[in-house]
């Protein structure tokens, strides 16, 4: 299993920035995270889509700014943000739950992860 993270960038608040995580391995039916790590702060978890449903998670500094979709005939997973804010800067990283039909449970569960991509807003 090899998850490789990718789409950051820099760009100014208010603008967008899609983020994509490709799988290697069977993964359709697993749950898959994104997590990020701002400057000074503890990692978090953003958002997640689980592997049973597909039903979505959001934290909810994101929700309603940020989609979460996967594609399995792509085997990846996007992030879509919108309107993003200097708060959004982070180190994202997207992970997986190697549990068959995981659902979107605790995030220690999350033991598989792809190397991070940084995203940067400026205001």
């Known amino acids: 299993v090899q998850l490789q993270a990718s789409g950051g960038g820099l760009v100014q608040a208010g603008e967008s920035l899609k983020l994509s995580c490709v799988w290697s391995g069977s993964l359709d039916y697993h749950a898959i995270a994104w997590f990020r790590q701002g400057p000074g702060k503890e990692r978090e978890a953003v958002s997640c889509i689980s592997g049973a449903d597909e039903s979505t998670y959001y934290t909810d500094s994101v929700k309603g700014r940020f989609t979460i979709l996967k594609d399995k005939a792509k085997s990846t997973v996007y992030l879509q943000m919108s309107s993003l804010k200097s708060e959004d800067t982070a180190v994202y990283y997207c992970?997986?739950?190697?549990?068959?039909?995981?659902?979107?449970?605790?995030?220690?569960?999350?033991?598989?992860w792809g190397q991070g991509t940084q995203v940067t807003v400026s205001s």
């Open positions: 992970a997986v739950d190697l549990g068959y039909l995981s659902e979107c449970r605790l995030f220690t569960f999350f033991t598989e």
